[in-house]
């Protein structure tokens, strides 16, 4: 019945596109399935002393949803195939553990908003899943159970993730089709997206509804991003069997979960899943995937090389190659550091080869110090500035930095930075920012007269090189600093992971990789 009924409405849309504005709005409202957004977004770590608050997440209400994606753009075939009723979307850079008063405030200003315009045929659930919260496991699936609460059972979720997300087996069991990101770093995020809408948008249409199964398949490893990059061996020929995989007949969609390797929950570990009409072929592409995932785990290797502070120093300062990009790993804001550690600055400024104006020219982006930003401000461009900046979340491996130099640039109006300034001493130029910000396009550079080509050593607060940055960089490497989310994962104190694991746990036994065919949320 609901089949013959959608069919109608795609005839109906056929010819209102071919008809006046008026008419087509008429069918947009009156009979196209109706789908709500809702989600967050954040992947936080629990080694970091920082905590994320309800502002952190700028979240989105109603239409203004739109804007995040293109694909639903006013002119976009995919925002005339329903009748769209967007409830709450946030998104907060990564950080510390979400407060229970932030998550609590967002899920209940959710639930509300979906509340007031139900029913609905489906909901595009878009998350990250690596959310952690103060004295709750399982945030997103929290989230889902009581987002079912409110839409009932019979309603389609699409959920979208990101690859380091962490799927339970609850969050598994609420969502009817779920997808992840098949790229890292995230060239493929928009189009992840699409694809859960897309994957959502044809079941409806199509009257094909919720996939007959959902296989699920835990994958005892837990691994950092920047052993895992789909750049490079074994995580590029792991992740090309993905699309191959979910484009077969009688399959919806296929994705391989990372996982976050720097939250100690029992959900932390990778995840296969695999959602289709076809029993057997469900079954087995799952397990083939995970089999694969399994079969590699002893190649993954850091995908740049690693090395201490002092030997990544040492040879960007001999090397000829320039820029010589170093990444601070350790407090990676990207990963869920604070993001301001002060210890890799620290260790910089008492470099003998940066002490003079014919140093090598270093960049240090960046640090966060509002009280330093102030005085920056007060001295103006080209004026001495002798404040302090960074620990004041995180003053475990080095308390706040006495920074002495001149002020090069004063730029206001950044979304997350607020202001930032450069301020130089010696030959190196560090930028402080009023608010953490990540610096991974070339334009976070030069738009503040920095010019990051022409620099000798580039030192970023980040994991592996994002796009704009590798493509700009002579030499890189990964320093092994310490932080919230220090790569050097043994150095960490998991408690509640499930045991065995890789690499943890060296000598462990094949694990079970047979697919748990999940029951429909028909079935909750
Ligand atoms: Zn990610």
Not at 427 to 439: A, G, I
């Amino acid at each position: 019945m609901k089949r013959i009924f959608y069919i109608l409405i795609l005839a109906q849309l056929v010819i209102a596109l071919g008809c006046n504005q008026q008419s087509d709005k008429q069918v947009r409202v009156n009979d196209l399935p109706r789908i709500a957004i809702a989600g967050l977004a954040i992947e936080s770590s629990t080694f970091s002393p920082a905590l994320t608050d309800e502002k952190a997440f700028h979240s989105k209400t109603g239409d203004s949803i739109f804007m995040t994606y293109p694909f639903l753009s006013p002119d976009s075939l995919d925002r005339k195939r329903a009748n769209w009723l967007p409830a709450l979307r946030g998104a907060a850079l990564p950080g510390g553990i979400v407060t229970r008063e932030a998550y609590e405030s967002l899920v209940t200003k959710t639930l509300s908003l979906l509340k007031q315009n139900g029913p609905y045929d489906g909901l595009f659930f878009d998350i990250h899943g690596a959310m952690s919260v103060v004295g709750l496991d399982d945030p997103e699936g929290d989230f889902i159970v009581r987002i079912r609460e409110v839409i009932g059972k019979e309603t389609i979720i699409s959920t979208s993730m990101d690859l380091h997300g962490n799927v339970s087996l609850r969050l598994a069991q609420n969502t009817d089709l779920i997808t992840c990101y098949r790229m890292a770093p995230h060239e493929d995020a928009m189009q992840s997206k699409k694809r859960a809408v897309d994957n959502l948008l044809s079941r409806i249409e199509s009257g094909k509804g919720k996939p007959a199964f959902k296989a699920w398949i835990p994958v005892p490893i837990l691994l950092p991003g920047e052993k895992t990059s789909t750049r490079v061996e074994p995580g590029k020929s792991l992740y090309e069997q993905v699309a191959p995989a979910a484009e077969q007949e009688g399959i919806v969609d296929a994705a391989i979960w990372i996982g976050y390797a720097w939250a100690d929950e029992p959900r932390n570990h990778a995840v296969v899943m695999v959602t289709g009409d076809d029993q057997e072929k469900v079954t087995n592409t799952a397990e083939a995937l995970a089999t694969s995932f399994w079969n590699v785990r002893l190649q993954f290797e850091f995908i740049a090389p690693t090395a201490s502070l002092k030997e990544s120093l040492d040879r960007a300062i001999a090397s000829k190659k320039h820029p010589f990009f170093i990444s601070d790993m350790g407090d990676n804001p990207t990963a869920g550091g604070a993001g301001d550690v002060t210890w890799t600055l620290k260790e910089i400024l008492t470099r003998p080869e940066f002490v003079s104006e014919k140093g090598p020219s270093l960049i240090y982006a960046s640090i966060p110090g509002p009280e330093f930003v102030a005085k920056a401000i007060e001295a103006g461009v080209g004026g001495k500035v002798d404040a302090y900046a960074g620990a004041a979340i995180d003053a475990r491996y080095a308390p706040p930095i006495r920074l002495t130099g001149t002020v090069e640039a004063i730029e206001h109006g950044d979304q997350h930075a607020e202001t930032e300034v450069v301020v130089k001493t010696g030959s190196v130029r560090v930028v402080v920012t009023k608010k953490r910000k990540p610096y991974h396009y070339e334009a976070d550079f030069t738009r503040l007269g920095l010019d990051p080509r022409k620099t000798d050593i580039v030192v970023v607060k980040i994991g592996y090189l994002v796009p704009e940055l590798y493509d700009m960089r002579a030499d890189w490497i990964m320093a092994l600093t310490p932080g919230g989310v220090d790569q050097d994962l043994q150095r960490l104190d998991f408690k509640r992971i499930n045991r065995p694991m890789f690499p943890f746990d060296k000598d462990m036994k094949n694990p079970d990789l047979r697919a748990r065919l999940v029951p429909s949320s028909d079935d909750l």
